[in-house]
């Protein structure tokens, strides 16, 4: 799977290190630092078909982030945490593309001080619940048999009752959370887009059918579960296909069991968007006309945006999902 595994070498002993490079097999190039080769040179996004490079290192700089508005359910705040950088996924919308100079994989594990910064961040708001979401700059579950750092955060959930963690993923990789004991406060979040879109853009993901079969095996186990709608993109009777999908949650009995719904339509950064129009000429994104935005994104224009979740949220209802637990992604007046 990897072109060429590249270990920062003051980490070769660390135990973390070795378990990983154990798993992987691969004779490992040593480095002072990641960020002396990563991404120093434009590689092009989609070699990472072809040439994936990994790099295990440490997370220098803010290991934690405050998330933006609208990030999550309001009121409370939400921070994330960075574990990775890139994902091993291939989506046509995935803003990483734009973000990142190259596709290159960096596995991050300094789990222990990343911690440490969520229990600062919790200690100063002594009164309140606080968030943390994984997921941000890579899949949260995808890896996580290699990288093995999931006991850790859910020890911190376990102590913490105050801290939530979210996972977001589209991995159904969930063997290691099974061998863990549910909590309230450590959420499993599955971003799923309808069945027939899902096989064009998702690409090299599990199947939004496969997802929703990790969330029924999770919610068998205890889990607590929620859902992604996210990005929504417009299509000849999208909200069918949303119908469709949500019928399916119902008849697995997912709809009545999720901890929260967010839905959000389709938006790009301009640098983004551009590396979406070179990487996807074809994709099925660039069918319906997008503006630049309030915040100088690209999106649908606003009524477009609130016509289009409104559709899906109140197929949600539908299907079963208190009104109370859906809420609306990024997405903000104009
Ligand atoms: S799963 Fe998320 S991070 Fe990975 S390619 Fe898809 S959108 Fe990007």
Same mark, same amino acid.
């Given at each position: $799977?990897?072109?060429?595994?590249?270990?920062?070498?003051?980490?070769?002993?660390?135990?973390?290190?070795?378990?990983?490079?154990?798993?992987?097999?691969?004779?490992?190039?040593?480095?002072?630092?990641? %960020?002396?080769?990563?991404?120093?040179?434009?590689?092009?996004?989609?070699?990472k078909r072809d040439s994936l490079n990994l790099f295990i290192a440490q997370k220098k700089g803010q290991l934690?982030?405050? @998330?933006?508005? @609208?990030?999550?359910?309001?009121?409370?705040?939400?921070? !994330?945490?960075?574990?990775? +950088?890139?994902?091993?996924y291939e989506c046509q919308y995935c803003y990483l593309q734009g973000y990142f100079n190259t596709p290159d994989?960096?596995?991050?594990?300094?789990?222990?001080?990343?911690?440490?910064?969520?229990?600062?961040? *919790?200690?100063?708001?002594?009164?309140?619940?606080?968030?943390?979401?994984?997921?941000? +700059?890579?899949?949260?579950?995808?890896?996580?048999?290699?990288?093995?750092?999931?006991?850790? /955060?859910?020890?911190?959930?376990?102590?913490?009752?105050?801290?939530?963690?979210?996972?977001?993923?589209?991995?159904?990789?969930?063997?290691?959370?099974?061998?863990?004991?549910?909590?309230?406060?450590?959420?499993?979040?599955?971003? *799923?887009?309808?069945?027939?879109?899902?096989? &064009?853009?998702?690409?090299?993901?599990?199947?939004?059918?496969?997802? *929703?079969?990790?969330?029924?095996? *999770?919610?068998?186990?205890? !889990?607590?579960?929620?859902?992604?709608?996210?990005?929504?993109?417009?299509?000849?009777?999208?909200?069918?296909? /949303?119908?469709?999908?949500?019928?399916?949650?119902?008849?697995?009995?997912?709809?009545?069991?999720?901890?929260?719904?967010?839905?959000?339509?389709?938006?790009?950064?301009?640098?983004?968007?551009?590396?979406?129009?070179?990487? !996807?000429? %074809?994709?099925?994104?660039?069918?319906?006309?997008?503006?630049?935005?309030?915040?100088?994104?690209?999106?649908?224009?606003?009524?477009?945006?609130?016509?289009? $979740?409104?559709?899906?949220?109140?197929?949600?209802?539908?299907?079963? &999902?208190?009104?109370?637990?859906?809420?609306?992604?990024?997405?903000?007046?104009?």
């Amino acid at each position: $799977m990897w072109n060429k595994i590249y270990v920062e070498e003051h980490l070769i002993h660390n135990p973390r290190v070795q378990s990983i490079l154990e798993k992987l097999k691969q004779v490992p190039i040593l480095i002072t630092s990641y %960020d002396e080769i990563w991404g120093k040179s434009k590689k092009p996004y989609l070699h990472k078909r072809d040439s994936l490079n990994l790099f295990i290192a440490q997370k220098k700089g803010q290991l934690l982030k405050l @998330a933006p508005d @609208a990030y999550g359910q309001a009121g409370e705040p939400h921070y !994330y945490f960075i574990h990775a +950088f890139n994902c091993i996924y291939e989506c046509q919308y995935c803003y990483l593309q734009g973000y990142f100079n190259t596709p290159d994989i960096v596995l991050f594990v300094n789990h222990e001080e990343i911690l440490e910064e969520m229990q600062k961040s *919790l200690e100063s708001y002594p009164n309140q619940k606080v968030w943390y979401h994984a997921g941000e +700059f890579s899949d949260s579950l995808a890896l996580t048999h290699l990288t093995g750092e999931l006991e850790l /955060y859910h020890d911190f959930c376990k102590k913490n009752p105050r801290a939530t963690i979210e996972l977001r993923t589209k991995s159904v990789n969930i063997k290691e959370l099974i061998k863990l004991s549910p909590l309230k406060n450590f959420i499993i979040s599955f971003s *799923l887009s309808p069945f027939s879109m899902g096989k &064009v853009i998702d690409l090299k993901t599990p199947s939004s059918l496969s997802r *929703l079969k990790a969330m029924v095996e *999770l919610k068998k186990n205890g !889990y607590q579960i929620a859902a992604h709608f996210d990005p929504i993109i417009y299509q000849d009777q999208f909200d069918e296909h /949303y119908k469709t999908l949500l019928q399916t949650m119902k008849d697995m009995e997912l709809t009545d069991n999720l901890n929260y719904l967010s839905l959000g339509v389709v938006r790009f950064t301009k640098d983004v968007y551009r590396e979406v129009e070179r990487n !996807y000429p %074809d994709s099925p994104i660039h069918s319906t006309p997008m503006i630049k935005s309030f915040d100088n994104k690209v999106r649908y224009t606003h009524p477009m945006r609130m016509w289009m $979740m409104n559709k899906v949220k109140d197929a949600a209802i539908n299907a079963g &999902v208190s009104s109370e637990l859906i809420y609306l992604c990024m997405e903000e007046n104009d």
